[in-house]
């Protein structure tokens, strides 16, 4: 797969404020997920990608098309969900879209038709009628991802989509980007702070940290433990279990309530652990492989990075 | 929950030139601003001077059909709906002269009756219309995007800076042409079509020219300006405030100045107000009878003003992405 994005020792300085240093990324097809602490770039970047700014040093391409001076041909193909709230006062939300839609080169018949095909995929009501001004967070957030997407974009980069919603549509909206990438081939860079929606949709993750790219890897390749371990959980007695596990030579800790770290394979050791449950009157309720929690991977990465400073 | 909905589908289709983004803005602007009532009725009161001035040309041509010294009348009394106290007050004697002279064919008389109603319609009547008409409608355009941060749902679309400057400034350009261009080019075409036979267009063309210089002299200035103090704030009340701040307290220091003032000084005291100056170089655009002191230095200070207006413009426009 050739990468859609490809960035080359990107540097932005900001006067003396080094905001990007040396970014070196390739994003390619499929679900990103950009993350990073306050601070850490990623505005600047998207900038960068966008062509909203300048980059100091570097180059590099999105979707085939070199940065810095075809920037209006990027932003033609991408679609910008900004985190923070932008609407023009006195619009109501079908004329934001269609607003949105032509400053993209639709016409405005097509405009109009699109816009509300849009906001019916976003589960948009009546409420497209009103003035921006008096949408709820949800919808204004709704709102935003429509018109990030209302010129079919091939590239979408959404920033925090799903902060300020409630459950249900949390869902909805992660939904909605699922469909985008599956069914209609879109690749997305979703820039979140909230790592399950990295989890739920992204097949690969960038950490940021301090202007620097930390990783950037698939989920399941950075979600792999550096030895084997197994997660089993249970119902009974821990302190038993474990005795149990040690008497069968297998190195084993307590991970959390009813829950239990297993160092090996299942293909290894899983007759050994049943024999143990059955010994210490334990019931295994799952066993399955240990993985690293991508809050860990986000950890480790970003604390490497406060490790260096200190 | 509509009663079809076919969920997400591609899009392909025509796309608009990048050249035209513009419009979009400007027409998005003008359907805004014309949802003020105040901006409708100043509207309305923006072409009650050329109606009344029409109906002037009608009664000078159905005097000066029958009596030519009833003409003249009506011509010495338009030169005085000219302020004879102005600034330019001094140069008027020329054309007082050469009335006095009456050895003017009826064709120069035309033309001077013409180009006196312009003239008092952009000295006079018209700016007292379009200084409160731009302090309403030009101080939330920008400032009001940035404010509501829709600049973020501008510049993420396929429009550059020169596209969202040139929007804006044309939504601002068709007000403006809307109390200072059209009234007074369509004056001039129903002035034609009162007057006795077409072939008056032959001495008076020239005035259609004038008319389109003296508008653009006006509106290319006063749009760089106020998009400018627009730009400056987040509050549009206080891009508002500057705006008229600039035109009445340039007003009262021309007053107080040209008091005190020595005799020769009338160039420098009249580019202290804004007001003076545009009257002043309208009133020379539209009457090449006119002779005005040292109009070259009203004309440099127009075109300095509305370059710094414009670059401090591009800059502040370009000042949200740098953060």
């Known amino acids: ?310 | 929950m509509p009663i079809h909905d076919p969920g997400y589908r591609t899009w392909q289709g025509p796309v608009a030139p990048l050249a035209t983004r513009w419009m979009v803005i400007a027409e998005v602007g003008i359907r805004r601003a014309w949802l003020s009532s105040w901006l409708r009725r100043m509207m309305f009161f923006a072409w009650l001077p050329a109606c009344v001035m029409g109906f002037m040309v009608l009664l000078y041509e159905q005097t000066s059909a029958n009596d030519p010294s009833a003409g003249r009348t009506m011509l010495g009394l338009s030169r005085m709906l000219i302020d004879p106290r102005s600034a330019a007050s001094s140069s008027f004697t020329d054309v007082q002269t050469a009335l006095e002279r009456r050895d003017q064919s009826p064709e120069s008389e035309r033309h001077l009756f013409w180009s006196a109603l312009l003239t008092t319609l952009f000295r006079r009547s018209q700016p007292f219309i379009l200084i409160p008409m731009l302090g309403i409608i030009v101080p939330p355009l920008i400032s009001q995007d940035f404010r509501s941060r829709a600049f973020l749902l501008y510049f993420s679309r396929p429009i550059t800076r020169l596209h969202y400057i040139l929007g804006k400034a044309a939504c601002v350009m068709f007000f403006l042409a809307s109390v200072t261009l059209a009234p007074a080019l369509l004056l001039f075409a129903a002035a034609v079509l009162l007057s006795p036979s077409l072939s008056v267009l032959a001495s008076t063309w020239d005035l259609s020219l004038r008319i389109v210089a003296a508008s653009l002299t006006i509106m290319i200035p006063c749009t760089c300006l106020s998009l400018m103090l627009s730009s400056l704030a987040s509050e549009s009340r206080y891009a508002s405030f500057a705006w008229f701040a600039i035109w009445i307290f340039g007003e009262l220091a021309w007053t107080t100045a040209s008091r005190s003032a020595a005799v020769g000084s009338n160039v420098v005291i009249s580019c202290l107000s804004l007001f003076r100056v545009f009257s002043d170089v309208t009133a020379w655009i539209l009457d090449p009878r006119l002779v005005m002191d040292d109009i070259q230095t009203r004309l440099v200070l127009l075109a300095a003003l509305s370059a710094v207006s414009l670059a401090v413009l591009f800059r502040r426009v370009s000042a949200p992405m740098q953060i």
């Not at chain 1, 390619?28 to 900038?47: E, Q, R, V, Y």
């Not at chain 1, 309530?257 to 394979?265: K, S």
């Open chain 1, 1 to 310: 797969m050739s990468p859609l994005i490809e960035l080359v020792g990107i540097t932005k300085d900001y006067g003396a404020f080094r905001a990007l240093s040396d970014v070196h990324l390739q994003i390619l097809p499929g679900c990103t997920g950009l993350l990073g602490p306050n601070g850490a770039g990623k505005s600047t970047l998207i900038k960068v990608l966008l062509g909203l700014v300048h980059c100091t040093a570097g180059h590099g391409h999105v979707l085939g098309i070199p940065l810095g001076t075809h920037a209006t041909a990027i932003r033609s193909q991408v679609g910008y969900m900004p985190e923070d709230d932008c609407y023009i006062h006195g619009l109501s939300g079908i004329e934001t879209m269609q607003l949105a839609a032509r400053l993209t080169g639709m016409q405005s018949t097509e405009a109009i038709r699109r816009s509300h095909e849009i906001l019916d995929f976003c589960g948009a009501g009546q409420e497209r009628y009103r003035s921006v001004e008096t949408y709820s967070t949800g919808m204004r957030q709704k709102l935003r991802f429509a018109m990030a997407i209302v010129h079919d974009p091939a590239l979408l980069i959404l920033d925090e989509p799903t902060s300020g919603l409630d459950p249900e549509e949390r869902v909805a909206m992660l939904n909605r980007i699922r469909i985008l990438t599956r069914d209609f081939g879109k690749t997305v860079l979703l820039c979140t702070h909230i790592l399950p929606d990295v989890q739920s949709v992204c097949s690969r993750v960038v950490i940021l940290a301090a202007g620097q790219v930390r990783i950037s890897d698939s989920l399941e390749q950075l979600s792999r433990l550096p030895s084997p371990a197994l997660f089993v959980h249970f119902a009974g007695s821990a302190e038993r279990f474990h005795a149990a596990l040690r008497q069968y030579n297998l190195a084993s800790h307590i991970s959390g309530p009813q829950q239990m770290q297993i160092a090996g394979t299942a293909e290894d050791h899983s007759n050994l652990i049943w024999q143990a449950a059955a010994v210490s009157d334990c019931t295994i309720r799952g066993l399955v492989p240990s993985r690293n929690s991508l809050e860990q991977i986000f950890l480790d990465a970003v604390g490497q990075v406060q490790h260096a400073h200190s």
